[in-house]
C-alpha cells in the first residue's frame, strides 16, 4: 500500500449513505447526481493515480443557487465536501474521502459575458482553461495563465490551486489575472468577492481565495483579465551540452534585463521523450533544451533574440534554431505541452513541482539526478526554467509497491533540497494529499497554525476537502 | 507609550507585552499615511523605524527582501543601480496628504500602494512574495518566500498586502523586481471629452503594444486642455515603433519624451493636482466604460474636480469637505454603477463621521471579522482603522 494515509472515514456518515443520497436527490434532478458505484467510480482519483477512494455520490450542480443548496444540505447533515472541477490535479487535491460528497462543476461551463472594452470575461467554474481563450480568440484576445492541461483543466480549478503555465514568466498566474468571483460557503452563504476593476476594498480575500485548494468554498462563477495578443510570438530552440550549461544560461538572461515570454527547460531523457511523441526537431544530440519565446514585431522579436543568443554563446550554446512557421511554432510548443502525457506512454511517473531560486538550478538539477539514481530510478526533467518551478518527472513501475515507494521518498528528497536552498515545495501544483506531510519542513507550527485558523473563518466546521494540505496531526480548530 | 523593537525578536516581546496589558498599538512605518483611515488613538504606538536594512538582493533573480521599516526610497535606489525597480511604482502619499516623513516598503506592502502600471505590471500584492509578521498572539509567521511561483499552502501574503496593519505587525517583506525600461514616452491626446478619452485609453490597452499607463486629465486638471495619456516603456527603437502603431489605432498626438513622461506620470501617480487645498480627495475603483458615467452621476450632485487613471478604472475625485464630505451620494452612485470608493483625504472629524473605506455585504463583512479574529484576537492591531470592530 501507499504511503500517503488519508484519515478513515466515518463510519457513521458511510451508514448514513442512502439517507444522504436521497436528501441530495430532493436538490438536484437525477441527471445531476451520480449514486451508481461504477459511475462514481470516474471520480476516484485526479491525475495523482496512485490514490483513489470512492465518495458517497457525486453532484454536478448547473448553478450558484444549485451549489448553495447542495452545501447548505451537506453542512446541515455534516457532511464531508470534495470540491472538484476536471481532476486534473497532480497533487491529489481532487481526490475524495470515502465519506465526502464531490461537488463538481463540469456542467457549469458557460462564458458568461466577454467585455472587451474593460478586457474582462465573466465565466462560470466549470469552463476549462483553454475554452475562455477560444471564446475571445477570433477578437485577438487571450486569457493568460496557460497550464499544459489546459484543455482539460477548469477555471475553477485553476483557482483552487493558482496554476501557471509557461507564459507565467510574463503574464503571471492565476492569481495575477482574476479579479472577481462568487463563492458559496460551506453553509450555503453566497459571496462576491471582486468585480471587473483592479482592486477590492477590505482584507484582499481573492488573493486568499486563489490557491486555497478547495478548502474555503465553491467557486461558481469568476470575472477573468483577458488580454490582447502580441502581435507575433516566435519560439527558438537553444540547445546545451549539459544542464548546468542551460540552467546558467536562463539565469544570465534574467539577470541581462531580458524577460522574455517563456524560458522552458528539457533535460536529455525529456527532449527524447517529448520528440519521439511531438517531433518537433528538437536536437536529439543536446545534453538540455531551453525554448524560449519572444514577442513582438517581427523587427522587434528580431532584435531581443539578438540579445539572448549572444547571451547563450558565452554559454556554448551548441544549437540555435528559430520556428520558421506557424506549424513549426504549433510543433514545439505541442512537444513540450504534451511531456507529462508523453512521458506517460514510457513509463508511469510522478512529477514534482518545487521551486528552487534561479541561482540554485543548476545545483538542484544535479542533486535532483543524484537522489533518483540512489534510488535506482529514472528522471526526466522538463519545466519552467525562467521562475524557477521545476518539474522532475520520476519514473517508475506503479505495480511495484515498492518502487512507487521509492518514487515517493525520491520526491520528497528532492522537494526538501528545493526548500533547503531557499525554494518551495510547490511551485503550481498545489500541495493537495501528496506534499500535506512535507509542510512542516516549510513551515513552523505556528505558521501552520496560523494558515488553518484563516482556513477555519471560512469553514468553522471542517468539513470542505479536509484531508487536504494540512498534516493531519496537530490541527488547530 | 512607543515601542520601537530592534529585531523581530524584540518585535515578539513588544506584542507580547502589549498584549499581556490589553493595550491596543498603533503601527507606524515612516508616517506618511498617518491620515489614511479612520482616526485611531489607541494608547501605544509601535513604530517600525528600528527594524531596518535590505536582506536580500538578487538582481539575477529579480529579487528584493528588507525589514519592513526599511525607507522605500533606499530600496528604489539600491535596485536603481542594478537597473531594476518595483514594477507597481507606488504612489507616494506626502503630496497629496501634506505628510512629512520617509515611507517605509513595510507600510507599501500593508497598505498595498499600487501606481499607475497596476494595469500592465499588476498591483503591489502581485509583486509582492513573501512576508514575515508578527499576529496578535505574539507569534512570528511567514508566508511566502523569495521566488516567484509558490503556491505551498494558503497565500496570508496577499491578505496581509492591504490589511493596514490589522493582520499582523510585518516585520519583512519581499518583492519581486523587473528591468527598468530602457526608455519611456507618452502619447498625449488633446481635448477629447470623457467618454471618447476612456474609450481611446480602452482601444489602446485593448492594442498589442503594452501601453504602461492609461490617464485622462480633463481640461484644468494640470492644464488648460483636456489631455488623454499614454504610455509605452520599452527599449527605445520598441518605444519609437510601438507610439507609431499606436498611432495608428488611438490617433496622432504630440510625444512626450522620457523625462516629460517620469514627471507627468509622476504627479499622476502622486495625485498631485489635488495637493495644497482644503477639499477631499475621494478614490473610486470601477470598471473604465462607466467611470465616465460615474463622474456624470456625480457631478449633479455639485461641483467637483476629477481625473482618471488605470485606463479610466481608477477614478479619482476632489470636493467640498461640508456636509458628509459627500460620503452617501458617492457611496449612491457607485452602487449604481459598481466598484468601491475610499475617502483618502479629508480632515479627522470627517473620518471620524464617515465610512472611510467602502462598507461591506453582511456576508462579506462576517469573513472579514472571522479573518481579523484569526489573526489578532485580542484586536491589538490599528483596531477601527479600517472598518468599527475590526
Ligand atoms: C498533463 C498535465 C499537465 C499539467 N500541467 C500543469 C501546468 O502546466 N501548470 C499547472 O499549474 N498545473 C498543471 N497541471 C495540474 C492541474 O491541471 C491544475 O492543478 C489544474 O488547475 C486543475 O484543474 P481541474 O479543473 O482539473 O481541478 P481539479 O483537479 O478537479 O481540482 C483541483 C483543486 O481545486 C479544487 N477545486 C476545483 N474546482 C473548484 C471550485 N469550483 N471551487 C473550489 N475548489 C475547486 C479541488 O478541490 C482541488 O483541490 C497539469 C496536470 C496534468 C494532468
Redesign the pocket.
Known amino acids: 500500500m501507499s504511503s500517503i494515509r488519508f484519515p478513515a472515514p466515518d463510519p457513521a456518515i458511510l451508514a448514513r449513505r442512502e439517507e444522504i443520497v436521497v436528501g441530495l436527490a430532493r436538490i438536484v434532478p437525477p441527471g445531476c447526481l451520480v449514486t451508481g458505484l461504477d459511475e462514481r467510480r470516474a471520480f476516484e482519483t485526479?491525475?495523482l493515480t496512485a490514490y483513489r477512494s470512492v465518495p458517497l455520490a457525486v453532484v454536478l450542480p448547473r448553478s450558484t443557487q444549485e451549489t448553495a443548496a447542495v452545501l447548505r444540505y451537506c453542512h446541515g447533515a455534516g457532511v464531508k465536501v470534495?470540491?472538484?472541477?476536471?481532476?486534473?490535479?497532480?497533487?491529489g487535491?481532487?481526490i475524495p474521502q470515502e465519506d465526502s460528497v464531490v461537488v463538481?462543476?463540469t456542467k457549469m461551463t458557460r462564458v458568461l459575458d466577454v467585455d472587451y472594452a474593460n478586457r474582462v470575461a465573466r465565466v462560470e467554474?466549470?469552463v476549462t482553461?483553454l475554452g475562455i481563450s477560444d471564446a475571445v480568440a477570433a477578437d485577438g484576445f487571450f486569457y493568460a495563465p496557460?497550464?499544459?492541461?489546459q484543455l482539460?483543466?477548469?477555471i475553477?480549478?485553476?483557482?483552487?490551486?493558482n496554476?501557471?503555465?509557461?507564459h507565467c514568466l510574463k503574464y503571471g498566474?492565476t492569481t495575477n489575472n482574476v479579479l472577481g468571483v462568487t463563492?458559496v460557503l460551506i453553509d450555503g452563504t453566497i459571496v462576491e468577492i471582486g468585480g471587473d476593476w483592479l482592486d477590492a476594498p477590505g482584507y484582499d480575500l481573492l488573493g486568499l481565495i486563489v490557491g486555497?485548494?478547495?478548502q474555503l468554498?465553491?467557486?461558481?462563477e469568476a470575472t477573468v483579465r483577458i488580454l490582447r495578443q502580441a502581435e507575433n510570438a516566435r519560439p527558438v530552440l537553444f540547445g546545451f551540452a549539459s544542464s548546468e550549461a542551460a540552467g546558467a544560461c536562463v539565469a544570465d538572461i534574467i539577470a541581462a534585463g531580458i524577460v522574455p515570454v517563456a524560458i522552458e527547460f528539457m533535460d536529455k531523457l525529456a527532449i527524447e521523450i517529448c520528440e519521439a511523441f511531438a517531433r518537433a526537431g528538437y536536437p536529439l544530440d543536446a545534453g538540455a533544451l531551453l525554448i524560449v519565446e519572444v514577442e513582438g514585431s517581427e523587427a522587434e522579436m528580431d532584435a531581443q533574440l539578438r540579445r539572448i543568443v549572444a547571451i547563450a554563446e558565452r554559454h556554448g550554446v551548441t544549437t540555435v534554431r528559430e520556428s520558421k512557421s506557424a506549424m513549426e511554432t504549433a510543433a514545439i510548443w505541442k512537444g513540450r505541452k504534451s511531456a507529462?502525457?508523453a512521458t506517460g506512454r514510457v513509463a508511469d511517473y510522478i512529477c514534482m513541482d518545487g521551486t528552487a531560486p534561479l541561482g540554485q538550478l543548476a545545483r538542484v538539477l544535479k542533486r535532483t539526478d543524484e537522489i533518483v539514481r540512489s534510488y535506482g530510478l529514472r528522471v526526466a526533467n522538463v519545466f519552467h526554467a525562467g521562475d524557477g518551478n521545476m518539474h522532475p518527472l520520476i519514473m517508475y513501475n506503479v505495480n511495484d509497491p515498492a518502487e512507487q515507494e521509492k518514487a515517493e521518498k525520491a520526491g520528497e528528497d528532492i522537494l526538501k533540497f528545493c526548500v533547503e536552498v531557499g525554494g518551495c515545495l510547490t511551485g503550481?501544483?498545489?500541495v493537495?494529499v501528496e506534499k500535506r506531510d512535507l509542510m512542516p519542513r516549510q513551515f513552523t507550527v505556528d505558521d501552520l497554525a496560523q494558515q488553518m485558523r484563516a482556513r477555519a473563518a471560512f469553514d468553522e466546521t471542517w468539513l470542505l476537502?479536509s484531508a487536504?494540505v494540512f498534516p493531519l496531526e496537530g490541527r488547530a480548530a | 507609550m512607543i515601542f520601537a523593537p530592534h529585531s523581530e525578536d524584540e518585535l515578539v516581546d513588544c506584542v507580547r507585552t502589549a498584549r499581556a496589558r490589553k493595550s491596543a498599538l498603533r503601527i507606524v512605518g515612516g508616517g506618511t499615511r498617518q491620515a489614511l483611515g479612520r482616526p485611531v488613538a489607541p494608547p501605544a504606538t509601535l513604530s517600525t523605524k528600528n527594524l531596518a536594512g535590505v536582506t536580500l538582493y538578487e538582481p539575477g533573480e529579480m529579487v528584493v527582501a528588507a525589514r519592513a521599516g526599511t525607507p522605500l526610497a533606499d530600496v528604489e535606489s539600491l535596485v536603481a543601480a542594478h537597473d531594476q525597480m518595483l514594477p507597481f511604482a507606488p504612489m507616494d502619499h506626502r503630496r497629496l496628504l501634506a505628510s512629512a516623513g520617509a515611507s517605509t516598503i513595510g507600510a507599501v506592502a500593508a497598505c498595498a500602494i499600487s501606481g499607475s502600471r497596476r494595469i500592465s505590471h499588476g498591483a503591489a500584492r502581485d509583486s509582492l512574495i513573501g512576508v514575515r509578521f508578527v499576529n496578535g498572539l505574539a507569534q512570528a509567521i511567514k508566508s511566502g518566500g523569495r521566488v516567484m511561483k509558490n503556491v505551498t499552502g494558503l497565500d496570508l501574503v496577499k491578505l496581509q498586502a492591504g490589511a493596514f496593519g490589522a493582520l499582523g505587525v510585518l516585520s519583512e517583506v519581499t518583492f519581486k523586481l523587473l528591468p527598468r525600461p530602457e526608455s519611456a514616452a507618452t502619447l498625449v491626446l488633446r481635448g477629447l471629452d470623457d467618454t471618447r478619452a476612456v474609450d481611446a485609453l480602452s482601444r489602446g490597452l485593448g492594442s498589442p503594444f503594452e501601453v504602461s499607463g492609461a490617464a485622462h486629465l480633463p481640461a484644468g486638471v494640470g492644464a488648460e486642455s483636456a489631455r488623454t495619456l499614454l504610455r509605452i516603456e520599452n527599449f527605445a527603437d520598441s518605444v519609437a515603433y510601438r507610439l507609431g502603431e499606436l498611432q495608428k489605432i488611438v490617433g496622432a498626438g504630440e510625444v512626450l519624451d522620457d523625462a516629460a513622461t517620469a514627471s507627468l506620470w509622476c504627479d499622476i501617480g502622486d495625485v498631485a493636482f489635488f495637493a495644497g487645498d482644503g477639499r477631499v480627495v475621494w478614490r473610486v475603483s470601477t470598471a473604465p466604460s462607466r467611470a465616465p458615467d460615474f463622474v456624470r452621476l456625480a457631478q449633479r450632485a455639485g461641483p467637483l474636480a476629477h481625473f482618471y487613471d488605470w485606463g479610466g478604472g481608477l477614478v479619482w475625485l476632489a470636493m467640498s469637505a461640508e456636509g458628509d464630505a459627500g460620503a452617501g451620494m458617492v457611496r449612491a452612485v457607485v452602487a449604481q454603477v459598481g466598484g468601491h470608493a475610499t475617502l483618502v483625504r479629508a480632515p479627522a472629524d470627517v473620518r471620524a463621521r464617515v465610512d472611510v473605506f467602502q462598507p461591506l455585504p453582511a456576508s462579506v463583512m462576517r469573513l472579514q471579522r472571522a479573518l481579523k479574529a484569526s489573526f489578532d484576537p485580542d484586536r491589538l492591531f490599528n483596531p477601527g482603522l479600517m472598518y468599527d470592530g475590526v
Open positions: 485526479d491525475a470534495t470540491p472538484r472541477g476536471a481532476g486534473t490535479s497532480l497533487s487535491g481532487a463538481a462543476l467554474a466549470g482553461n496557460d497550464p499544459s492541461s482539460a483543466c477548469t475553477g480549478g485553476n483557482i483552487g490551486m496554476s501557471g503555465g509557461a498566474v463563492m486555497h485548494e478547495g468554498g465553491i467557486v461558481t507529462f502525457g503550481e501544483h498545489g493537495g476537502n487536504k
